[in-house]
C-alpha cells in the first residue's frame, strides 16, 4: 500500500518553512521599527517663532523668502497649508544633503530635528487659500495641454494625471502630497530638472523622479498654466 502520509509531512514541512520565514520576517521588521527613531512631534508655536525671526545668527526668518504668511513668490514656494509630513521630510533632506539647494541647505543645517518638525507645523497650520475640489472633475478639453495632463495626464508616456497626487485644484492630497496650485513655472521646472539630474529624492511613493524625467519644458509650463488659471496666482 502506498504511503499517503508522504505527500502531507512534505506539504506540512513546506508551510513550516514558510511560517518560520514569515515570523522571521516579521521580527526583522519589528526590529528594524524599534531601531527607527520616532521624529519628534511638532509646536506650531514655536515654529512662529523661528518663521518670523528665524535663529540668530545663522538661520534667516523664513518669511523674508516665503512670505509673512507662508504665501511664497515668483522665486519661492508658498508654504501654508502644506502637510506638516511632507515640510518636515524635505527639511531633513536640505540638513542631511539628500536634496541639494543653495539656499535652503544651510539653513535647513541650521536648525535642529525639533526646530524643523516645529517649522513644518507651524506652516502646516496656515491656510493655503487654495479651493477645495467640489464635485467631479471637469473633462477636460484635448486642445488644451495643461488641462489634460492635469486630469488625464499622458498614458501612453507614463505620465498619470497630476490630479491624482495633487487634487483637480493642486491643493494636494493628504500629508504627503504637496500643493502645487501656487508653484510658478519656472521653480516647477526647477525641480523637474533637480529630479532628472538626482539632486532631488524621488518623492512620496518614488514617483516624481521618473515622472519628471518624462516632462518637457512645455508640459510644465502647461501645467502650472492651468494650475494658476485655478488658484489665480501667476505662472511665470
Known amino acids: 500500500m502506498p504511503d499517503r502520509s508522504t505527500p502531507f509531512i512534505a506539504s506540512f514541512h513546506v508551510w513550516r518553512c514558510i511560517a518560520v520565514l514569515g515570523a522571521t520576517t516579521a521580527l526583522m521588521g519589528l526590529t528594524a521599527q524599534a531601531q527607527t527613531p520616532t521624529p519628534p512631534s511638532g509646536d506650531a508655536k514655536a515654529g512662529a517663532a523661528i518663521a518670523h525671526n528665524g535663529v540668530p545668527p545663522a538661520v534667516a526668518a523664513c518669511t523674508s523668502c516665503h512670505g509673512a504668511n507662508g504665501e511664497g513668490s515668483a522665486a519661492f514656494p508658498p508654504l501654508a ?3 506638516a509630513d511632507y515640510l ?8 542631511d544633503g539628500s536634496r541639494n539647494q543653495a539656499v535652503m541647505a544651510p539653513i535647513a543645517k541650521g ?6 518638525a516645529d517649522v513644518a507645523a507651524y506652516y502646516a ?15 477636460p478639453d484635448p486642445a488644451n495641454a495643461g488641462a489634460w495632463l492635469v486630469l488625464r495626464g499622458r498614458m501612453a508616456d507614463g505620465i498619470p494625471a497630476c490630479a491624482s497626487c495633487h487634487g483637480p485644484t493642486g491643493a494636494g492630497v493628504g500629508t504627503h502630497f504637496p500643493a502645487i496650485a501656487k508653484l510658478s513655472a519656472a521653480y ?3 525641480q523637474v530638472e533637480a529630479w532628472k539630474s538626482n539632486a532631488r529624492g524621488p518623492g512620496p511613493l518614488g514617483l516624481m523622479q521618473s515622472i519628471g524625467k518624462k516632462l ?3 508640459d510644465v509650463q502647461a501645467v502650472a498654466d492651468y494650475y494658476a488659471a485655478q488658484s489665480g496666482s501667476p505662472a511665470k
Not at 524635505?90 to 540638513?95: E, T
Not at 536648525?111 to 524643523?116: G, I, Q, S, V, Y
Not at 477645495?132 to 472633475?137: D, E, K, S, V
Open 88 to 95: 518636515r521630510q524635505q527639511l531633513d533632506a536640505f540638513a
Open 111 to 116: 536648525l535642529n530635528e525639533k526646530a524643523r
Open 81 to 83: 497649508g502644506t502637510g
Open 125 to 139: 497650520s496656515l491656510p493655503s487659500n487654495i479651493a477645495a475640489p467640489t464635485g467631479n472633475a471637469p473633462t
Open 188 to 190: 516647477m521646472q526647477e
Open 216 to 218: 518637457s519644458s512645455k
